[in-house]
């Protein structure tokens, strides 16, 4: 396998927490693509095995993908207050869900 090949670093269970650790690893630098949202539809009629959405990474980014996924499934992250709108942010996103605004430290 070359570097500059995807491979599959993720299975998400939904496109909602598919597309929230897109945007985990976008953040980070972290190129992405889904594959399998369109199968959603079929939920229900298919094994769910099936209608998972994958996260795939280049090869040389996988590494870096695995730890930012663990740290996303061991929940290490604590929620932040956004102080441009005052709403609550689960702790592994660096923007306001609400408002957009970037995470002050």
Not at 59 to 84: E, K
Request: with cysteine.
């Amino acid at each position: 396998m070359t570097d500059q090949q995807w491979q599959c670093v993720y299975s998400a269970g939904n496109s909602l927490e598919a597309h929230s650790l897109k945007g985990l690893l976008e953040n980070t630098g972290i190129s992405v693509r889904l594959t399998g949202e369109a199968l959603a539809a079929a939920a229900g009629e298919l094994p769910m095995s099936v209608v998972e959405v994958q996260l795939w990474v280049i090869g040389s980014q996988w590494q870096q993908a695995l730890v930012v996924i663990g740290n996303y499934l061991r929940n290490d992250y604590l929620d932040w207050y956004c102080g441009h709108c005052g709403e609550v942010n689960q702790g592994q996103f660096e923007l306001c869900w609400h408002c957009q605004h970037d995470r002050e430290e």
